[in-house]
């Protein structure tokens, strides 16, 4: 915005409610949820799940070693036995199992934290719709409130007009008509208020107070089309998380290739047993063994090259996506950036038209205490300025939705975009 716009839209504000000096800002509503979001937290516990398949996979490269043992009881003579036998293995070469399956976890783990920041910049983004919808519908309570007593001063004036023989009963019932509308108006406005604080409590996680319409364009808010297309190509959570994921499906088509490679073991054992006769316990010799183990696949049925092939498809499949991917990033950047600008253009105007109502609202009622002006003016004058004053409440509702939309897109929104 330029001085011009924003003098003119903290003028329009100074004409709405003003907030008073303990409103919630946007950003304790977005601390607020960032913090206790119970969708935000099953995210985060789902990418703290998939970050162990990494290590899982890097295991199978790792020795292992058991404890086995076995009684019995041999109804022919020989009594009770039982044995106790303990083996290791180690894996001396998978043929690349393991490092594929290890680069196809990493990758899973990466393509996972973009889709976990994709998730966390989604509930910020309602959490700012919800915030918006809730101001807008705070002031607007409060200008059908105004109205109304601008509208109780007025049918008063009218009246002692009336009963000076200087007005007439038609003066009185239109006013008192009007002041109606507006009563149903605010009835209407305060079911949507509560509709929208709702919406707010579920989304941040604690009721609302009185919010500040005073919120500062975001510090990473691009201020051209053209850059916050390059940010969303270089930065957009959904379309990183699809390039991670092709990387994880390479990966893959490498892990199946891997099936027809030879692996090589290394294994060993050690037990001992025993036989309860008539009371004695006779011990078994006491054996060990130590061996390689090598396998080679000769013939799988065809198995490994169906599944070569399937990867092969995956991965393609993987990689026009990433393709479509970019260009959804691309156009919700482009989107978002032209809603943006005429979110702004339209804030500006309409707090042009609220000065210009308030100034012809001031007139008029000037000009009707000389009677110069009728209370056809007096009503039109009025419901022009309300009209004005929600104007510029939805439009800097709009204007909040919009921004939050563009750095989402440009994959800016987080916990600290708002300060």
Known sequence: MNKRTKWMTAWGAALLLAPPASAETLGDAIASAYESNPELAAARA??????????????????????????????????????????????????????????AANGDVAAGEEGLRDAEAAILQRVVGAYAALLYNQQ???????????????VAEARSRY????????????????????IANLADAEGALATAAASYRAVVGREAGALTSEVAPPIALPVSGE?????????????????????????????????RAPSLDLGGAYGRGGRLTNGNVQNFEAAGSVGMTLRVPLLTGG?????????????????????AAEREAVRASDSAWATLKAAQGRLQANVEGLAAADIALKGVRTEYGLGLRSTIDILVADQSFRAAQLAVALARSDLLVAQAALLRAVGRLDGGAYG
């Open 303 to 323: 198995l490994v090259s169906s599944r070569v092939r399937q990867a092969e498809a995956d991965n393609r499949a993987e990689r026009f996506q990433a393709d």
């Open 227 to 259: 850059e916050a297309r390059r940010a969303a190509e270089a930065a957009n959570p959904q379309l990183l998380q699809q390039r991670h994921v092709v990387e994880a499906s390479a990966a893959r088509v490498d892990r199946a290739r891997a099936e």
């Open 46 to 103: 789902r990418q703290d799940s998939l970050a162990e398949t990494p290590e899982q996979a890097r295991a199978l490269a790792r020795p292992t070693m058991s404890v086995g043992g076995d009684a019995g009881y041999d109804s022919q003579g020989y009594g009770r036995s039982a044995s106790l036998t303990a083996s290791a293995d180690l894996p001396i070469w998978t043929g690349g199992r393991v490092s594929s399956a290890v680069r």
């Open 163 to 182: 009963d000076l023989g200087q007005g007439t009963r038609t003066d009185v019932a239109q006013l008192e008509a009007q002041r109606s509308t507006v």
């Open 140 to 154: 607007a309570v409060e200008v059908a409130r105004v109205g109304i007593e601008r509208l109780d001063n007025q």
